[in-house]
């Protein structure tokens, strides 16, 4: 004979967070409420920089600007990038 286990809807919750809480690393995220502008692809960085997605690419591979990587999504802050472009300029 089967058994059929009823649960609620804040049970299913509870056991899916825990389960999520236990395999993924908990990443820091973006503080919201903030004014800041968050540039969220190397497209966008590209266009907000105004220069091609190649020279977008190396600028991020290479360590010149941060960002955070939350598994295949890159997030750039407007203000750290600007921060570090005018740092690395070339004198």
Request: one cysteine or more; hydrophobic letters at 35%.
């Amino acid at each position: 004979m089967s058994q059929v286990i009823v649960t609620s809807p804040e049970q299913i919750q509870s056991i899916f967070e825990a389960t999520l809480a236990k395999y993924l690393p908990v990443l820091p995220m973006p503080k919201e409420n903030t004014d800041e502008t968050y540039i969220h692809s190397l497209d966008e960085l590209a266009n907000f920089l105004g220069c091609s997605i190649g020279t977008a690419y190396k600028l991020k591979k290479s360590g010149r600007i941060r960002y955070r990587q939350y598994g295949r999504k890159l997030i750039f802050t407007a203000s750290e990038v600007l921060a570090d472009i005018s740092k690395n300029k070339r004198k």
